[in-house]
């Protein structure tokens, strides 16, 4: 198994994972999260795995220095669309993560690694490179694909021969991940290392609904939702994604 990258499927990952309400659940969790730990003061960010970009987009409009660092080339011609269209610049490094510490010589202020984990061959050799990447005093936002709401999902569906056979990565063009993380594991391999300082789920609750709910819910409503329960003890590990807050020790 090798990393996965979107060089092909720049289009319809840009419509699955950021198109209707799951992808602005995302972000406002990612924003809200964010908002409550950065400084106000401008930062160094440097987004690694950055895709089209609208994360790193958000932070540039606050005031802070971006770099985004993507492999796929149709992904951050993406970003760079999107940073000129809002007028609003950036550095744009077309690099695997494997490279970055060959080409960035001073940690960043706050990283992101958003959506990134799940999609590697070994998800938790990036984690020494990050912890290099963030300044002493800075941030790491990491955000990773849930094994726990997966399994969750697929005992809602009755999927239980997948289950009994272990098989929950997608394959071929399919946008689930290849390897969603267990929260558990990655913890083990974060301690010592770094300091979770806070944990929040994304969509801890909408990607359960049934589809006609779905469909009635107002997007407003989705969000106020989201955004209350997202740290909530018996719903915070249900969210089809894991946002943790780390400081390095």
């Given at each position: 198994?090798?990393?996965r990258?979107?060089?092909?499927?720049?289009?319809?990952?840009?419509?699955?994972?950021?198109?209707?309400?799951?992808?602005?659940?995302?972000?406002?969790?990612?924003?809200?999260?964010?908002?409550?730990?950065?400084?106000?003061?401008?930062?160094?960010?440097?987004?690694?795995?950055?895709?089209?970009?609208?994360?790193?987009?958000?932070?540039?409009?606050?005031?802070?220095?971006?770099?985004?660092?993507?492999?796929?080339?149709?992904?951050?011609?993406?970003?760079?669309?999107?940073?000129?269209?809002?007028?609003?610049?950036?550095?744009?490094?077309?690099?695997?993560?494997?490279?970055l510490?060959?080409?960035?010589?001073?940690?960043?202020?706050?990283?992101?690694?958003?959506?990134?984990?799940?999609?590697?061959?070994?998800?938790?050799?990036?984690?020494?490179?990050?912890?290099?990447?963030?300044?002493?005093?800075?941030?790491?936002?990491?955000?990773?694909?849930?094994?726990?709401?997966?399994?969750?999902?697929?005992?809602?569906?009755?999927?239980?021969?997948?289950?009994?056979?272990?098989?929950?990565?997608?394959?071929?063009?399919?946008?689930?991940?290849?390897?969603?993380?267990?929260?558990?594991?990655?913890?083990?391999?974060?301690?010592?290392?770094?300091q979770?300082?806070?944990?929040?789920?994304?969509?801890?609750?909408?990607?359960?609904?049934?589809?006609?709910?779905q469909?009635?819910?107002?997007?407003?409503?989705?969000?106020?939702?989201?955004?209350?329960?997202?740290?909530?003890?018996?719903?915070?590990?249900?969210?089809?994604?894991?946002?943790?807050?780390?400081?390095?020790?």
């Amino acid at each position: 198994m090798s990393d996965r990258h979107f060089d092909e499927l720049a289009t319809r990952f840009a419509e699955k994972i950021y198109g209707g309400a799951k992808g602005a659940i995302r972000l406002a969790v990612l924003q809200a999260d964010l908002s409550e730990v950065l400084p106000d003061r401008p930062l160094r960010v440097l987004d690694v795995g950055a895709g089209l970009g609208h994360m790193a987009l958000w932070l540039a409009e606050r005031g802070h220095q971006v770099t985004l660092a993507e492999p796929a080339e149709p992904m951050l011609e993406g970003a760079r669309q999107r940073f000129a269209e809002a007028g609003h610049a950036a550095t744009f490094i077309q690099a695997p993560w494997q490279e970055l510490l060959g080409q960035l010589t001073e940690p960043y202020d706050l990283v992101l690694c958003h959506a990134v984990l799940e999609w590697l061959a070994d998800p938790h050799a990036i984690l020494p490179v990050l912890h290099q990447l963030t300044a002493k005093d800075g941030v790491l936002s990491l955000a990773f694909y849930n094994k726990d709401a997966l399994i969750y999902r697929n005992l809602l569906k009755g999927h239980f021969r997948k289950l009994r056979k272990h098989k929950f990565a997608g394959e071929g063009q399919s946008l689930t991940p290849q390897q969603p993380l267990d929260p558990r594991d990655l913890a083990k391999q974060l301690d010592g290392h770094w300091q979770v300082e806070r944990q929040s789920g994304v969509r801890v609750f909408h990607d359960y609904m049934p589809q006609e709910f779905q469909a009635k819910a107002e997007l407003v409503d989705l969000l106020e939702m989201e955004l209350a329960y997202r740290r909530h003890p018996s719903y915070q590990g249900l969210g089809r994604y894991l946002h943790w807050i780390c400081r390095p020790l």
